[in-house]
């Protein structure tokens, strides 16, 4: 079997966008590819997202059919520990490539594309000056905040404040300005980060049993733990580092993660409609997260927030999984 691929980067977080030669996938909505992605090809996502081809903290999509005739195109996203229901820096990476790849009629100024994510619909909007894309930003779906504040006990932390919300997925957000937990958000702090950030989503999961996304069962799960902290940067809000999956630690400050950052700054009074920060991540790549506006969404009052990076092709390969490889499905080595 032989699977092409785009290589991207978003923040210097990896996109593989898988183009050509994945089996296909049988459904009538996204979530239904899903389902039978994970069902049925499994091993592929090992195949083309672990080591030897890839590495713990790889990351894939693969477009699939719109969920109606208004969508562009569909999407999943593929990581260590399975499937994703929203990745922002994808958003951005897909809608450069749909550009310089020729996949939209795109035009000088700004060009909007519908894709169909797990989560909902997101509406990615291209700026073109000269011929060449400048800017990508994403309204994302409903966000809102389930719980500020809130207290879980772990075995190595102690108690941990937290605040729990949805940008596309759920995350425990915690503030190391409210947390003395021992470490910044620095590289070197990489491992720690890791460990915290496992520790803590496991113990909110443990503690809070299944999150319910108001609509939707396969979205009721916690993804991961961002920690935020100050940054020395100037003109930037904060730093974000989120630890997602197995251990995954996301190397853009995570567009998902900012979305929902918006609501919870939103709720707390601290970012009006209209009103932008810019965020920070591991790698001191920036993504600029802005209320756009305000709705009802369910028991919850909700934003839509719009996120903006930046993303840039890194390579293009063809993966030839040989059926007499004994690794042939991967491993992961930390």
């Not at 820096?89 to 594309?113: F, K, M, P, R, Y």
Request: proline share 4%; with cysteine.
């Amino acid at each position: 079997m032989q699977i092409k691929t785009i290589d991207m980067h978003t923040g210097g977080e990896p996109l593989r966008v898988i183009i050509d030669g994945f089996p296909e996938l049988i459904g009538n909505s996204v979530l239904e590819y899903r389902r039978y992605c994970r069902e049925h090809f499994d091993d592929l996502r090992t195949a083309l997202l672990f080591e030897p081809r890839g590495h713990a903290d790889m990351y894939a999509c693969i477009l699939v059919p719109p969920n109606d005739a208004e969508g562009d195109f569909g999407i999943l996203f593929l990581h260590n520990e399975g499937y994703s229901t929203m990745c922002g820096h994808a958003i951005i990476a897909i809608s450069t490539l749909a550009v310089q790849l020729g996949w939209i009629d795109a035009v000088e100024g700004e060009n909007t594309l519908k894709i169909d994510a797990p989560c909902g619909r997101i509406t990615s909007f291209v700026t073109i000056a000269n011929g060449q894309v400048v800017n990508v930003g994403f309204h994302c779906v409903p966000s809102f905040v389930v719980n500020l504040d809130a207290e879980v006990t772990t075995a190595n932390l102690g108690t941990v404040t937290y605040d729990l919300a949805y940008g596309g997925a759920f995350y425990a957000y915690v503030d190391l300005q409210n947390n003395d937990l021992g470490f910044d958000l620095s590289k070197s702090s990489y491992q720690d980060i890791i460990q915290a950030g496992s520790e803590i989503k496991h113990a909110v999961i443990k503690t809070n049993g299944a999150i319910q996304h108001p609509y939707e069962e396969d979205l009721s799960f916690l993804y991961g733990t961002i920690f935020i902290d100050k940054t020395s940067t100037e003109g930037i809000h904060s730093k974000n580092v989120c630890v997602f999956a197995e251990g995954e630690v996301d190397r853009c400050p995570t567009g998902s993660g900012v979305s929902g950052r918006m609501a919870i700054h939103h709720h707390r009074k601290e970012l009006a409609i209209g009103e932008s920060i810019q965020i920070e991540s591991i790698t001191g790549s920036i993504f600029i997260g802005t209320v756009v506006n305000e709705l009802d969404y369910g028991p919850f009052k909700a934003v839509i927030p719009r996120v903006e990076g930046t993303a840039h092709i890194t390579g293009m390969h063809t993966f030839v999984i040989d059926p007499k490889d004994p690794v042939k499905n991967g491993f992961i080595l930390r």
